[in-house]
């Protein structure tokens, strides 16, 4: 046995045409592209990683879809980090991760330019429940709800995944202007009106209230 036989069959490989791009690759050129304010476009992105739409369109279903998973990608380190910096427990740190993470979104710059940009097919794609984007948030505020059930530090009135489903579409309603397609980041009557849902516990269940003790008086 010779020593070039011992080596990795990798190194046996003669050169030729590089690895086709992967879904992955798609992915980040697509967000590269949604960061800085520059339109999704499957062709462009096909030309550029030398892939035929059919390819990307096999992947993905749609644009629509790729779309939703740029933005669940983007979306996804504003929301831990909004559920790491919330104070309190219960319903004060359910409402404060809500809050943190709605002025999040209302904040990020390539969200607003493709809101206004692509306008109907944006909220198209933010909160349609067939779509990627919803379900994603609905789920992972529903598991923020189901984390603090199980702490004992909160009690909802009504099942966590209705609770979450109902918060989520409250939020939508105050971020995102469906008459003028465009961003409304009304973001501090979206916390009002989610604090009102999460304070709703059943009484005499001793979980916390995000209301202060002088609102009872």
């Known amino acids: ?27 980040a050129l697509a967000m590269h592209r949604y960061l800085r304010g520059r339109r999704i476009d499957v062709q462009a992105i096909a030309s550029e990683l030398g892939l035929g739409r059919t390819t990307i369109y096999r992947w993905f279903g749609s644009r629509d879809e790729l779309i939703g998973e740029v933005l669940v990608r983007a979306a996804e380190p504003l929301l831990e980090q909004a559920r790491a910096g919330a104070r309190g427990t219960g319903s004060v740190a359910l409402i404060d991760t809500l809050d943190r993470f709605n002025r999040s979104l209302a904040g990020a710059p390539a969200l607003r330019q493709f809101v206004e940009s692509e306008r109907d097919a944006a909220l198209r794609i933010i909160t349609s429940g067939a779509g990627k984007v919803q379900p994603w948030i609905v789920d992972r505020i529903t598991e923020f709800i189901r984390q603090e059930v199980h702490a004992g530090t909160y009690s909802p009135a009504i099942e966590p995944a209705t609770l979450g489903y109902a918060i989520v579409r409250l939020g939508e309603a105050f971020l995102y202007n469906d008459a003028l397609a465009g961003m409304r980041g009304d973001v501090d009557r979206a916390k009002g009106v989610q604090a009102a849902l999460f304070g709703a516990e059943r009484p005499g269940d001793g979980a916390p209230s995000s209301r202060s003790p002088s609102s009872s008086t």
């Open 1 to 27: 046995m010779t020593e070039t036989s011992l080596q990795p069959a990798s190194r046996k490989r003669s050169r030729g045409r590089p690895a086709a791009a992967s879904r992955e690759d798609v992915l």
